[in-house]
C-alpha cells in the first residue's frame, strides 16, 4: 500500500512535468500567503498517508508570509520533496515541514 501511495505521488507530478517539456507552460504568478497555503499541501498529504501509519507536521514561527509564486509548479515540487522523505521514513514516524522567514527570505524545510 506504502508504495503504491508513492507511485500515486510520482506518477501526478511526472503527468504535470509534461505539460512543461511540451512546452505548453507557462508560470502564472500570484500573490500568496505561504504559511496557509504550505499548510494546506501538508494537510492533504496527511490524509493521503493514514494507510502508511507516517505523519506529516507543519511549523512556522510566522503567522503569515506573502510571496508572488506559481501556486501550481511550488505544489508540485512540495509533493516530490515530501514523496522523498516519506519514502525512507519508516511505519509510526513523523515526517517535519518547516516554514521560516528572514529579511526578503523565506525557506521551507522537510525533514524525516
Known amino acids: 500500500m506504502r508504495k503504491a501511495l508513492f ?10 512535468d509534461a505539460e512543461r517539456y511540451a512546452g505548453l507552460d507557462t508560470p502564472r504568478l500570484e500573490n500568496t500567503e505561504l504559511c496557509a497555503f504550505l499548510r494546506e499541501i501538508t494537510e492533504k498529504a496527511c ?3 493514514e494507510d502508511v501509519q507516517i505523519s506529516v507536521s507543519f511549523t512556522t514561527s510566522e503567522s503569515r508570509i506573502f510571496s508572488c509564486i ?5 505544489e508540485r ?8 522523505a516519506l519514502k525512507f521514513s519508516p ?14 527570505m523565506a525557506t521551507f524545510t522537510i525533514c524525516n
Open 91 to 104: 511505519q509510526g514516524s513523523t515526517v517535519e515541514a518547516k516554514l521560516t522567514h528572514s529579511g526578503t
Open 7 to 16: 507511485q500515486l505521488m510520482r506518477l501526478i507530478s511526472n503527468m504535470a
Open 77 to 84: 515540487a512540495v509533493y516530490n520533496l515530501l514523496s522523498n
Open 47 to 49: 490524509a493521503t498517508l
Open 70 to 74: 506559481d501556486r501550481e509548479r511550488v
